[in-house]
């Protein structure tokens, strides 16, 4: 069974800052794309950063420059920096990976329970 777990959310003020963290634990053979995605009231899931093993990255536009996505291949993590916050950044975030698990052939995703982020202007 493979599980991410998120932690990091909370409460901020606009200009503040929140580190968001998910680890991935089971019986994991690779994972190949980690990523955070989020959810706000009304809207659809959306990428927000996304990362490859070999630490190639990608941002949605809207927080290029503000947030850092950030990965340890060996611990099975995935962090997500987020800086200068606004109001339009609250959502739920949650946590995606690529896994290939012990006794498949191919990658499934897979998507943490979400954490939630407010930015209070």
């Known amino acids: 069974q493979v599980q991410l777990v998120e932690s990091g959310g909370g409460l901020v003020q606009a200009g503040g800052s929140l580190r968001l963290s998910c680890a991935a634990s089971g019986s994991i053979v690779s994972i190949n794309v980690m990523a955070w995605y989020r959810q706000a009231p009304g809207a659809q899931r959306e990428l927000v950063a996304s990362?490859?093993?070999?630490?190639?990255?990608n941002y949605a536009d809207s927080v290029k420059g503000r947030f850092t996505i950030s990965r340890d291949t060996v611990k099975n993590t995935v962090a997500l920096q987020m800086n200068s916050l606004k109001p339009e950044d609250t959502a739920v975030y949650y946590c995606?990976?690529?896994?290939?698990?012990?006794?498949?052939?191919?990658?499934?995703?897979?998507w943490g329970q979400g954490t939630q982020v407010t930015v209070s202007s």
């Open positions: 990362i490859l093993g070999g630490g190639s990255t």
């Open positions: 995606n990976a690529n896994i290939r698990a012990s006794g498949r052939a191919g990658y499934l995703g897979y």
